[in-house]
């Protein structure tokens, strides 16, 4: 038999919706003659248009346009003509700085300088070359011009002493890519490790840059030697962002494509989706599904009771629910299809107070654009005209693109809990960081399948110290993923978490604040608050992996989630990052240690004696961490903003 989704994936594939995906694929392997740039014949500063226009042998036309001293885009007419990429989707500040940063012959090349860095248009042939201030100290530097072809734009830079490339939107299993061919592509319902369901045509480096590819076109990043960068289209149009700290790198690229989402209190609290506006569901009505947890003792805030992507059949019992749900202080959303295209659905639904959608596969098609544009649909600005309540309405989707972060929360797919699914998807949520992707998230203890007792106790650990949390019961392979079935034997364990975490919300909600200000994630490697450690750059070794399978909850918390099945010991290898004076303390025993060394820290075995399982969480010293006290859940269904 195949399942409910099995079957709405094989309607999708059939019905052709991912063929254009599918040309896109076909265009990303055409090879044809390349065309490089060719010499460059003048450079000068267009004040009418507040850009600099270079021209190059051969007809190739250039604009050069700063946004900010630390924000410039590279156009490329190939034939003097421009055209715009996904800017009408993807970017949301395009309003050139009028003041013209100082443009001086320098012989071989031209250099064009602002407060915050030199960019050099090298003469012969046309290359670019970005330098800090010194116009000494190089951050990056084409080895040779920019190539375009009928289908395809390359670009190609040295390989320098110092490079750490993160970033390409969420790529599972993947933190640092050196040495890798990163995919900007989107690849389909397919969600397992390797795989990118959440891509973004965008990249940064440790020595101090960003890169977005103003496309819709798939594209390949090799950040090998030399390096280079691959879309199909037969065009160049790219964004440049100058640090020299990663943290303002993101901030440069939200700028541009638009800030994260912020999420109100109640988004913070846990969610449970399942399919229960349908009869003879396995764990019965939704009061009947709620109720349970009440008497269990598990906090939920929202609920998502209808897997009906395909249509609205299963609508219909929303209006009443919300009624009832908000008298109990908790709120009622909904998983979406194709038909909230129509605006007088969407009124009625935001007119019963439904705030969150989750779209999936029927809408989301073959990515790209037709995902984005499914996401603009439904984004706040898109919703909340029609409301007067102004509630942040917010999504949570797969298939993305630049500028996904200011829509909602991505996840990881659907795929199955296991120790090595944790392990994989700690570098996912740090590397999705690298690309402003706030609140990357999974369903907890996967979907489908029966994960062991032991296997959803340490899932439940780290993802709830992630912003956004939700169990799909979707799919649940004929019994429930409840903590008090499916983890019957550390069921007080899982309580205390759900219990911790509801108390922890103050302190997210205001990682979430600085994301929606900054472009920095809640969820973040430890790289971005220890930039001068070098253990915190790369993905280590097999025997000593650093701080891969790491994360920081904001600037306090990190956390070392446990992926080894420990019947042997009750210790893992953490590294704490920072140096010798840097003081880490156990979040739960007090115990006080150093940065910069590997500790074995304790996480308990499996034996339920003293229930003393835990994910070793340190907290760094200085920190202020707003708490509430114990309750059931956050707000529930008070719209607070």
Partial sequence: MISIKQRRVWKWLSGGICSAALVLMIGSIVTTEAAPLGNVSSCAWNAGSHWFDVACAGGAQIRIIYYRDDIFRIWVGPSGSFTNGASAQCVVYNTPMATQPTLTDAGTYYRIETNECVLRVYKTPCSFGLYQK?????????????????????????????????????????YCHNGLAAPATYGGMNYQNNDNPNPAPYYCNLKGYG????????????????????????????????????????????????????????????????????????????????????????????WVPNDGPGGDQTVAPLQQMNIDYRAKNQIVNMWCGIFMQDTTLRTQFLNWGIRFFKIDCEWIGGGYQYCTDAMITLDANG???????????????????????????????????????????????????????????????????????????????WQAMQPMWFLNECCGGG?????????AQYVNLCRNI???RTRLIPYI?????DAAVTGVTTQRPAMLEFPNDPNTWDNGTATDTKTLHEFMMGPWFLCRPVFENLTTTTTVNMYLPGTSSTRWIDYLTGNVATGNQTIQAFAGGTSVSGQNIVMPTYVLEGAIIPMWPAQYYATGGVLQR
């Fill in 498 to 500: 759900f219990k911790l």
């Fill in 211 to 302: 890169a977005f590819r103003n496309t819709w076109q798939p594209g390949t990043y090799y950040f090998q030697n030399p390096v280079r960068t691959q879309h199909s289209e037969g065009r160049f149009d790219c964004f440049y962002f100058y640090g020299p700290s990663l943290k303002k790198v993101l901030d440069g690229y939200t700028v541009i494509t638009g800030r994260p989402y912020m999420p109100p209190i109640w988004g913070l609290d846990f969610s449970v989706t399942g399919d229960f506006t349908y009869s003879g569901h396995q764990d019965g009505t939704l009061d009947q599904t709620s109720a349970a947890w009440v008497t269990q003792d598990f906090p939920v805030g929202s």
């Fill in 134 to 174: 010194d116009n000494a100290t190089v951050v990056f530097e084409e080895q040779s011009p920019i190539d375009i072809t009928a289908n395809l734009s390359t670009q190609t830079l040295r390989q320098q002493v110092g490079d750490f490339f993160y970033g390409c939107g969420g790529w599972n299993g993947h």
């Fill in 383 to 461: 919703l909340e005209k029609y409301t007067a309540d102004s509630a942040r309405s917010f999504i949570q989707f797969t298939a993305g693109w630049a500028g996904q972060q200011r829509f909602g929360y991505p996840w990881t797919g659907d795929n199955t809990s296991s120790f090595a699914w944790i392990g994989w998807h700690i570098p996912t949520l740090i590397g999705s960081a690298m690309s402003a992707l706030q609140g990357m998230t999974v369903e907890v203890a996967g979907i489908g399948g029966a994960p062991s007792d032991i296997v959803y106790l340490r899932a439940l650990q």
């Fill in 479 to 487: 019994q429930n993923k409840w903590p008090w079935n499916r983890c």
């Fill in 509 to 513: 909600y205001t990682t979430c604040h």
